[in-house]
């Protein structure tokens, strides 16, 4: 169990592409997307993961996070029961200054749209943003990836 704090933006270009050191695909989908209580089956990979998560402090930076490896079989069992809409992407991982950018590149109902997050020590930690970063947009519900599951970025007014 830990308390999970980080900040998200948009990001503006895919110049972080040739900065990543690391890429996976991710399938996800939501047993439960209340925001009490979000529980995430994940296949990353070739790997299995159930998360459970928290309602996020006043300015959604912080929330807890209980997190566990399970079988990859059982993972895709899991989905298949799933509340309906499923969340496709490749996590890119970045290096950039004394901090790690998590970049999601969203697929499917949710194409055209990228984010990045950023883990923190502290919320008032600094941030040093690499320039191919747009707005922050962390305590936005509508990017928490249990609501792009319910209304995808294809579907929102722009």
């Known amino acids: 169990m830990s308390l999970e704090i980080e900040r998200k933006y948009l990001v503006k270009d895919d110049s972080y592409k040739a900065l990543a050191y690391k890429q996976t695909r991710i399938i996800q989908g939501y047993l439960s997307s209340v925001p009490e209580r979000t529980v995430r089956v994940r296949i ?15 300015s959604g930076a ?4 209980w997190e566990q490896e ?3 079989e059982e ?12 969340i496709d992407k490749t996590r890119y ?5 004394e901090h790690t950018y998590e970049v999601d590149e969203f697929y499917g109902d949710n194409d055209g749209l990228t984010v990045a997050e950023v883990e923190l020590d502290s ?22 990836n249990s609501m792009l599951m319910k209304t995808p970025f294809t579907r929102w007014d722009k």
Request: proline residues 5%; aromatic residues 8%.
């Open 123 to 144: 919320e008032q930690q600094t941030v040093v943003k690499p320039t191919w970063l747009a707005e922050e947009v962390t305590g936005d519900v509508r990017y928490y």
């Open 93 to 97: 991982l970045v290096k950039f200054a």
């Open 44 to 58: 990353k990979g070739e790997t299995g993961i159930l998360t459970i998560k928290g309602i996020g402090s006043a």
């Open 70 to 72: 399970i079988p990859l």
């Open 62 to 65: 912080s929330r807890f996070e």
């Open 75 to 86: 993972a895709k069992s899991l989905l298949e029961i799933c509340e309906p809409g499923v």
